[in-house]
């Protein structure tokens, strides 16, 4: 019974099968790896199969003529391909392409190193920032720690490959800060205006950056500040040095916030156990308070304005480089306003908008005096003019106001076109003892871009931007490309290509309107391997510079300038940063290697600039206790010695000569920094609380960043830190909010 049961569902199957057509073959992707789970199917009909561990596939249909067979997998584009049906066996082999998505998709990394959330693969959060030694919560400072910045502790400002400090720009929300730093003293750096706390995402772009961005030979660094915070907290600090409050309210609907916080700064009671080279007649002083509010529109978007106030004066002397009897003060008073508004929306049919709005305004009011031994101005008679031409005032005012506009479109995917414009409308005026300089600039540009992803393993990101400038009536082009590939897990190579234009210093187009824009041409190749624990990055670059500066002296008093300079950098730089090596260890290591040269300003041919060092190394190591509820930090700085040199006017000519060279001394910081949770392991803290301590340069090497010299050349003195040391001691408290895992998984 049982074989005549088993013969007749034989019988019954080869019926069934009789007239079908078998379909065979794989799935496989575009590298020939095979496919598991995938659908095959005939459209519009029950037959089909899904592809086994190996990507092979079968099964029979009975339809006939010619039918479409649908192939889809998640991550992979829907194939429909046209086939024949005629009772002959088939066989398929398909190979499926990648559907991009942001998760599993390469980035475009050359010339680029993203932190925060703003995109994958954070190099440095804001909590980075805060604890990196040395830093002191500073974030160009905690970047001169990343590969392509040099060292220069003279004057503020990144100085990146090859680039001189003004080359490198800020954007906060994508408008321009005009004044980022606070206003320079001689011979002494000065830190940034901003909180790495305001920002939740910060891109540091070495080169070939977006066309969205311009006026910056060099670098830019793109700053987006946070959305709504997580609560309503109040913040308090306390230290010898600064003290500070203030608070961030959240709606209780979570759809709106408003904040406020001022800092107040005096340095007389530091100065009092440091003491500093300088004698400060005059002890610094700052106040500094900002203001903010962020609204949530319907769709999703946000509303965002920010408003800073800040205020200081010092006074300072020096002994008189051409007088072993005189001293040279200096006095500055600066007031300076930045408000900055954007509203980014989402529009129907897979379009964004983002609108910012902003306006600065920064007065400097400078006394340069010679004073005698008595501290009183001092006279000279007619046969030392140029002495006497030490005496001065300057008020330097600087107004800046912004608009710009992007819209974006999807294009399927995650490719996107985006395109917009700006206007920037700059008010300039400097008085210089009685005399008044100014002018007004109407600079616009419009801008196109597209991020084009063919693969998740491959992408371009293509631009152009068209920029004019009204006060040196010039205009200009500048195409940039940048691909990436993706090698293997984790890994890709990138390239970039771009032409970067830049306006003249305020300080040369008082003196003529003839110049036109400088010029760079960066060319740019990098490989990259990230994960969450691990970076490494290897990138070497190549920068034409044209159409630099040039000084052409009239007489000791007076110059001209052209666009007659040039020069070039190229380099190699090595980036590693490890979290899983050593457990609770974090530390990264950056290398540059930079070979530069370029005539520009008052040097008499290609030289090497004076805040070029041809090797730089940096090493940042961070280790939280969480049993002692304390980190510690420690970072070292080096750098190879920088050239320096005397530029003389040559016999009363237009020409410059070199009457002095050399080398500095090699530059080595050794810093360190730690925190103290005292709060850390309690429940639902009320008060989250951080005390703070650190030291620079703590081995007390006496750095020498290059030499002043005399009106004669015949005396030169060294360009020193003003202390050999810098102590910071000091209390943060918050009311509200809990950053206990912020501040040990460095992961704001």
């Known amino acids: 019974m049982a074989r005549l049961v088993t013969f007749f569902l034989s019988m019954g199957w080869q019926l069934l099968m009789f007239g079908q057509t078998p379909i065979n ?42 039918q479409t067979l649908l192939t889809t997998s998640i991550g992979y584009k829907l194939i429909e391909q046209k086939i024949s049906v005629a009772g002959i066996a088939l066989t398929l082999n398909i190979i499926l392409k990648e559907e991009p998505n942001e998760l599993k998709a390469v980035i475009i990394s050359a ?39 040099q060292q220069v502790g003279e004057q503020e400002g990144l100085f990146v490959r090859g680039g001189a400090g003004y080359e490198a720009k800020q954007y906060i929300d994508g408008t321009l800060v005009n004044n980022p730093y606070y206003s320079s003293v001689p011979d002494l750096a000065q830190r940034g205006r901003f909180s790495p706390f305001l920002f939740k995402g910060t891109v540091f772009s070495t080169g070939g950056y977006s066309a969205l961005y311009g006026q910056a030979l060099s670098s830019v660094v793109l700053l987006e500040s946070i959305d709504l915070p997580e609560k309503s907290e109040i913040d308090a600090s306390v230290s010898p040095l600064v003290a500070g409050v203030g608070t961030q309210q959240l709606a209780t609907n979570k759809k709106s916030s408003w904040g406020v916080s001022y800092n107040y700064v005096n340095v007389g009671l530091y100065f009092g156990v440091v003491k500093q080279t300088p004698d400060y007649f005059k002890l610094p002083q700052f106040h500094s ?13 946000m509303i965002k304005y920010y408003s800073t106030f800040a205020y200081n004066e010092l006074g300072l002397r020096r002994p008189d480089i051409d007088s072993p009897y005189m001293k040279n003060a200096f006095g500055l008073t600066n007031h300076n306003w930045y408000n900055n508004l954007s509203w980014r929306e989402y529009l129907n049919k897979g379009w964004k908008m983002n609108l910012g709005l902003s306006y600065s305004t920064n007065l400097d009011n400078i006394l340069q005096q010679v004073q005698n031994a008595n ?20 008020a330097n005012h600087q107004e800046l106001s912004q608009i710009k506009a992007v ?24 008085v210089f ?29 293509l ?8 006060v040196i009536k010039k205009t200009d082009i500048a195409p940039r490309i940048s691909l990436a590939y993706k090698t293997g897990k984790d890994a890709q190579v990138s390239a970039a290509y771009g032409i970067f234009y830049q306006k003249p210093e305020n300080m040369q187009i008082f003196y003529t309107r003839s110049l036109g824009f400088t010029k760079a041409t960066h060319y740019i190749i990098n490989y990259q391997k990230m994960n969450k624990d691990r970076i490494f990055r290897v990138e070497a670059y190549y920068k034409q510079y044209e159409d630099l500066v040039k000084t052409v002296p009239v007489n000791y008093f007076y110059s001209t300038y052209n666009n007659n300079g040039s020069g070039y950098a190229k380099g190699i730089e090595l980036f590693w940063r490890d979290k899983k090596s050593v457990k609770n260890l974090d530390y990264w290591v950056s290398y540059t290697y930079l070979d530069t040269k370029r005539d520009y300003l008052n040097y008499t041919e290609q030289l090497v600039p004076n805040f070029a060092a041809t090797h730089t190394f940096s090493i940042v190591m961070k280790r939280f206790f969480t049993d002692m509820k304390t980190g510690f930090n420690v970072t070292y700085n080096y750098a190879t010695g920088r050239p320096y040199y005397n530029f003389v006017q040559l016999n009363n000519s237009n020409k410059f000569s070199l009457a002095d060279q050399g080398k500095t001394k090699d530059y080595h910081s050794l810093n360190f920094s730690m925190e103290y949770l005292p709060s850390l392991g309690k429940t639902n803290p009320r008060t989250f609380v951080v005390l703070f301590a650190s030291v620079t340069n703590v081995l007390g090497y006496n750095a020498v960043y290059g030499y002043n010299y005399s009106y004669s050349g015949q005396v030169k003195q060294p360009i020193e830190p003003p202390a050999k040391r810098f102590y910071f001691i000091g209390c943060f408290l918050s ?14």
């Not at 819209?407 to 400097?430: D, Q």
């Not at 003892?433 to 371009?460: C, G, H, M, P, R």
């Open 463 to 470: 631009g152009v931007r068209f920029e004019n400038s009204t």
């Open 289 to 301: 308070g900002d203001a903010n509010f962020r609204i949530k529109t319907k769709s999703g978007g």
């Open 433 to 461: 003892n009685d005399s008044l300089q100014k002018f007004v600039d109407n600079y616009s540009a419009i801008f196109a871009e597209s991020d084009i992803y063919l693969t998740n393993d491959l992408a371009a990101k």
């Open 25 to 66: 073959g794989t799935v496989r992707d575009s590298k020939g790896r095979p496919i598991p789970g995938a659908s095959i199917a005939i459209k519009n009909s029950y037959d089909g199969a899904t592809s086994d561990s190996m990507g092979r596939y079968s099964f029979h249909t009975s339809e006939k003529g010619e």
């Open 407 to 430: 819209f974006e479109k999807k294009l399927g995917g995650i490719s996107s076109f985006r395109f917009g414009s700006e206007y920037w409308y700059a008010n300039n005026r400097v």
């Open 735 to 748: 009311w509200g909010v809990d950053r206990s895992q912020d501040a040990i998984n460095n992961n704001l």
């Open 375 to 394: 501290n009183q101005p001092a006279s000279f008679p007619d046969s030392v003019f140029w002495m006497r031409f030490k005496n001065s005032t300057v």
């Open 111 to 149: 010339g680029s190193f993203a932190a925060g959330d703003s995109k994958r693969g954070a190099v440095l959060s804001s909590i980075d920032v805060a604890t990196t030694a040395g830093s002191n919560a500073d974030i160009t400072a905690a970047l001169k720690t990343l590969p392509g910045t």
